[in-house]
């Protein structure tokens, strides 16, 4: 009667304090620039080294350029976060994939993309997207800066048990639907705070359908509906995705491994804390409207009027609309943007890439839109390249920038003037998310194309 989340998590409990946490062992830590300084510093300060510094990956994202990599960082706040990590993983013997490395790019997409990431393992990162590694089995969750510490020295953390949530999708996706947009459906259904406090499984039609870059996107949107992870079941589109990684066992090793990850499944009769169904007819292209993932709509749909919302809502609705620039009922098909990401930890994989290619190839970018469509890794600009990808976006008037972050938030170049529409293929549309007045529209890559191709926020399905 056990849930796939209570096997994974009960196999990694070392003990458990009674009425308190368990003291939960962590198969892998990775580590950025921007959460990691203090914990470096911590270990330090007590003499203490990493205990296991084979199972510890870090490599720098949030403040890196996407172009010009090769020379110095010209922001200096940047260049001592990304050059602190490097020292601190010399002086730890980490491993430490920096700028300019062949194995550089968001740590969310580097983990998978190496093999790094593995079913049944249990994963952590200073960063609340972690939930990603949750598409290849696994249980992964964002820690604090003192959870990191506490990693580094024991391999362990102190974890309250979440409860178990299942959200099943049943049926087929219609045309232009994205694994974005189911994600942005369900942030609406479920608010930002709907799963509080649980672990989601998907399941149904909809996610044994889905491609690994789409199971990736899904669970790394799980921490927007406030989860604490999300995660998917490993079958033969994740054993397929993770043979011949560089990290994934190999050989005799690899058929072993393959055969225990087949029996990481929920039991048949296993009870749910809290069980979900919905229909894929249901989806459709989706934008956000307001400043939390939880604010969006069918991409024709109106923005809700005042009296739909909740009383106790309405003033943090029409504060969101006043940032925006938007009015309650109004449709937003066919207004102008100004801006236009691909890229970020939840849109950054070849398959972001060949769908916002199907929508450009042949047709221009608009005059009005700048655009930056940043890759997640080195690897995933190298495909784009052996595709023939960058050359159909070259010829459409786009480039591609190097790996990193980019323009998800606002702790490198590559901000949102205040004011500016941006729609953008990245995980939040907080105030100044993307930057100081910057306004995010959460969507698609194959929305965005359609807006980087016409200008304004268009159905793409009208496109393909």
Excluded at 143 to 170: D, F, H, W, Y
Excluded at 261 to 272: H, I
Excluded at 384 to 390: F, P, T, V, W, Y
Aim: hydrophobic share 35%.
């Amino acid at each position: 009667m056990n849930t796939l989340f209570d096997k994974i998590w009960d196999r990694h409990v070392v003990q458990a304090i009674e009425d308190g946490p368990v003291q939960l062992y962590i198969d892998r830590l990775y580590c950025h620039e921007v959460t990691s300084p203090q914990a470096f510093d911590g270990l330090r300060q007590r003499g203490l080294k990493c205990f296991r510094p084979k199972q510890i990956f870090c490599m720098p994202d949030h403040n890196t350029p996407t172009h010009d990599q090769d020379k110095e960082i010209v922001d200096p706040v940047s260049r001592k976060q990304v050059q602190t990590l490097a020292d601190n993983c010399r002086d730890f013997g980490l491993t430490h994939y920096g700028m300019m490395s062949k194995d550089n790019g968001i740590i969310h997409v580097v983990g998978p993309e190496k093999g790094l990431s593995l079913p049944g393992m249990t994963i952590v990162c200073g960063d609340s997207h972690t939930s990603t590694h949750g598409a290849v089995g696994a249980v992964a969750f964002g820690i604090g800066t003192s959870e990191v510490e506490m990693v580094m020295a024991s391999q362990c953390i102190l974890q309250q048990k979440p409860k178990s949530m299942r959200i099943t999708i049943n049926g087929q996706l219609g045309k232009g639907v994205t694994p974005k947009d189911v994600a942005l459906f369900l942030m609406t259904r479920l608010s930002t705070s709907g799963a509080t406090g649980y672990f989601v499984e998907y399941a149904g039609d909809v996610i044994n359908a889905m491609s690994m870059e789409g199971r990736l996107t899904l669970c790394n949107l799980s921490i927007e509906m406030g989860a604490r992870g999300g995660f998917i079941a490993p079958d033969e589109t994740t054993f397929a995705y993770l043979k011949n990684r560089e990290f994934a066992p190999k050989g005799e090793e690899w058929d072993k491994a393959v055969k225990q990850w087949s029996l990481l499944r929920s039991d048949d009769d296993a009870v749910f804390d809290k069980e979900l169904v919905f229909d894929a007819d249901e989806i459709e292209p989706r934008i956000t409207y307001g400043t939390n993932p939880g604010m969006g709509m069918g991409i024709n749909d109106s923005i809700p009027l005042v009296e739909t919302i909740q009383p106790s809502g309405q003033a943090a609705f029409l504060k969101s609309l006043n940032y925006m620039g938007f009015n309650a009922g109004e449709t937003l098909v066919g207004h102008p943007v100004d801006y236009v990401f691909l890229g970020a930890c939840t849109n950054g994989r070849i398959e972001d890439f060949r769908a916002f290619a199907s929508i450009v190839k042949g047709r221009k970018k608009a005059d009005n839109i700048t655009a930056w469509l940043v890759p997640g890794s080195w690897r995933v600009k190298e495909e784009i390249e052996a595709e023939g990808l960058d050359r159909i976006l070259q010829e459409a008037g786009f480039e591609i920038r190097q790996p990193g972050c980019s323009a998800c938030l606002a702790m490198n170049d590559d901000k949102i003037p205040a004011g500016k529409y941006c729609v953008s293929t990245s995980n939040r549309n907080f105030e100044g998310r993307q930057g100081p007045g910057a306004r995010t529209i959460l969507a698609s890559p194959l929305v965005a194309a359609a807006a980087a191709v016409t200008g304004c926020i268009t159905d793409p399905r009208t496109l393909l």
